[in-house]
């Protein structure tokens, strides 16, 4: 059997093979990928496509994703075998693969996401270890536990913090912020994000995409509040309706919620840019935190909306508004 190992951009010939592959094995929708693999994301990830072939038959894949700024984080997606080659061990040889160059690259965390069991016993062979509430694996090079690495690696976040535009550059660093757990039961109401204290975490590598998600609509857009350190350690949506009114959420790691204003003043400023009438917030009715920030802000409690699912759990919301 042949592997390939090979880098972004890769060949324009490849890029429809592999994402009709995707789309069958996973039965959902890779056009998305298209661009990155295409090259449009060189400049912030790194990413790179191990592969197995017997003669011209693809026999399985795994994908690496390093952000450039933060190569201590690494995302591991796109790990399919077709069945006919199944039971062979291609998947942990692709997997290992990846591994190494995440190591011999000075990767410390190792992030990727299986609602498989089958996959995840792979996995768990090769080092990875479930994070609590989240189908979320991570294999820290250190061998400590998951939880114990998010632990030290926010505990080393310092420095002045700056408020940017979303890009491509938090795909990878916003994984562990995200699957952190979290006081507040809902993180982002825009985005879907709830906390994995309070309902089970099915993303990974498909969290970026809920942001980006905002851009490609051209109805909204993000912002990440990162530290000098390189350390992601906030994220706000904004999202403008029909009627221009523009919905607003956002959330900080506990140790830095002094930065969540700022994060929710640019996504107001950015829709105040762009003629918003008012804005509004919808946030669970037990987040009292939350509401009592938002009512800094100048917001006040106007009704109720549609309730949050969090796990098995029918949660109120409240909805906040202020106008301009």
């Given at each position: ?233 906030g994220l706000a949506t904004a999202h403008l309706d029909e009627l ?81």
């Amino acid at each position: 059997m042949d592997f390939t190992r090979i880098s972004a951009p890769l060949p324009e010939e490849l890029i429809p093979e592999l994402t009709a592959f995707w789309e069958e094995t996973f039965e959902t929708s890779y056009e998305d990928f298209r661009p990155i693999f295409a090259g449009d994301e060189t400049e912030d990830n790194e990413d790179i496509l191990y592969l197995m072939r017997q003669g011209e038959d693809l026999a399985g894949t795994s994908h690496l994703t390093v952000g450039k700024a933060t190569p201590r984080l690494g995302g591991l997606g796109e790990v399919a075998t077709p069945p006919a080659f199944r039971r062979q061990g291609i998947a942990a040889q692709l997997c290992e693969a990846a591994l190494d160059d995440f190591r011999g690259q000075g990767g410390e965390a190792f992030f990727l996401g299986t609602g498989n069991p089958s996959a995840a016993r792979i996995y768990y062979r090769l080092g990875w270890r479930k994070l609590a509430g989240a189908n979320v694996m991570a294999l820290i090079v250190s061998g400590k536990s998951p939880e114990a690495f998010l632990v030290d690696y926010f505990r080393e976040a310092e420095g002045q913090i700056t408020i940017v535009p979303g890009t491509s550059a938090q795909r990878i660093p916003m994984i562990p912020l995200i699957v952190c757990p979290h006081d507040w039961q809902v993180l982002d109401a825009n985005a879907g994000i709830f906390s994995t204290r309070h309902a089970l975490q099915l993303s990974c590598m498909g969290l970026y995409p809920k942001y980006d998600a905002l851009i490609q609509g051209q109805t909204g857009t993000w912002f990440g509040a990162g530290a000098d350190s390189g350390h992601l350690i906030g994220l706000a949506t904004a999202h403008l309706d029909e009627l221009g009114v523009c919905h607003v959420d956002g959330f900080t790691h506990q140790d830095w919620l002094d930065v969540w204003t700022d994060l929710i003043r640019a996504a107001m400023d950015w829709a105040a840019d762009r003629g918003a009438t008012a804005w509004c917030g919808k946030l669970s009715a037990e987040d009292e935190d939350k509401r009592l920030m938002f009512e800094s802000l100048g917001f006040e409690v106007v009704g109720t909306g549609e309730a949050f699912t969090l796990g098995e759990r029918q949660v109120p919301s409240v909805l906040l508004k202020r106008s301009v």
